[in-house]
């Protein structure tokens, strides 16, 4: 159930990237994956289950702050990517998709700690 729901975020975030190329797949998957990781860590630290490691986001961990800072910044990184992309391509994608490794990994462990604690 949580695939199909990651699933149709992806093709909502991926529509508003339709028209900027190859890019969209990394800039969609890395917003997803950004998002997700703030609303993990969010439930995490609510529930006294873990600490954020970030010193800058510890003291927003746990209440909706903290959402807000990860869209704000997901969307500020991708449009910062997207612009390089325009006059490097090659690097824009390189850096995208070891943006979207190193938070596939953020995320992987942060849903481990979440059924670890479950």
């Known amino acids: 159930m949580h695939f199909n729901v990651y699933l149709n975020y992806m093709k909502i975030i991926q ?8 890019i969209g797949y990394p800039l969609a998957s890395l917003i997803v994956l950004v998002i997700s990781d703030g609303l993990i860590t969010n439930f995490l630290v609510g529930e006294g289950t873990a600490l954020e490691l ?7 961990a746990g ?8 869209v704000i910044g997901a969307l500020l990184c991708a449009l910062i990517l997207w612009d390089i992309y325009r006059r490097r391509p090659k690097l824009a994608m390189i850096s995208s ?3 979207v490794g190193a938070y596939l990994g953020i995320v992987l462990w942060n849903s481990s700690v979440l059924f670890i604690s479950r």
């Open 15 to 22: 529509s508003l990237f339709a028209g900027i190329g190859s």
């Open 63 to 70: 209440n909706n702050s903290l959402l807000v800072i990860k």
């Open 54 to 60: 970030n010193p800058l986001l510890r003291n927003l």
């Open 97 to 99: 998709w070891c943006f």
